[in-house]
């Protein structure tokens, strides 16, 4: 039943359409932002011109690739043609941010920019997917202390547990 639920969401099936189209090219530049520059450093603009090699166009195509992908979900996202909960999943929350947090020297001249409201929509999508993750790392905190998952309740009842504070029924799946 639920996966004909989702066949049926337009912003689901715009979303995975719209990552599958674009799959190829994001994970080529990723993988070529990867293998470039290891360790997880902060990747800035002066890093790419100044290095040694003669790829540098390369280089900056493939950062402004990963870069326009993005920011052409975060604009779809801000949108509603894109549904975030997919984009979280299919893209993920921990790598965007990674990522985002790699690229701010590219990033952050453009959100000085009052006309350019792409890199603002893609801050936002990442300042929401951190609230999310956070949001997340509380429940599973509430829900290893026996808590409820929803408001962090004391759980009460011998056989049918409920929230003290907001009287839901325990519920006995992870995600939820």
């Known amino acids: 039943m639920h ?12 979303s995975l359409d719209f990552y599958h189209n674009i799959y190829k090219e994001f994970c080529t530049s990723l993988n070529r932002i990867e293998v470039k520059f290891l360790n997880n450093q902060d990747i800035t603009v002066q890093g790419v011109y100044n290095a ?12 402004r690739g990963y870069l326009s992908c993005m920011e052409r979900f ?8 894109y549904d975030f909960g997919v984009f ?20 952050i001249p453009h959100l000085c920019d009052e006309y350019n409201l792409t890199y603002k929509k893609l801050e936002f999508l ?15 905190e509430w829900i290893s202390q026996g808590l409820c998952r929803h408001c962090g309740g004391k759980m009460v009842g011998r056989f ?4 003290k504070s907001c009287n839901r029924k325990e519920q006995s799946y992870v995600n939820s």
Not at 74 to 80: N, Y
Request: net charge positive.
């Open 3 to 14: 996966s004909l639920r989702i066949l049926q969401n337009p912003y689901l099936d715009k």
């Open 52 to 63: 040694p090699d003669e790829n540098k166009h390369e280089d900056m195509f493939a950062i």
């Open 74 to 81: 975060a604009v779809g996202i801000d949108e509603e043609i």
């Open 88 to 107: 979280e999943k299919t893209v993920g929350a921990v790598l965007t941010i990674h990522w985002f947090n790699r690229f701010k020297d590219f990033i």
């Open 126 to 140: 990442v300042s929401r997917l951190k609230i999310e993750q956070e949001k997340k790392i509380l429940k599973q």
């Open 160 to 163: 049918t547990r409920k929230c």
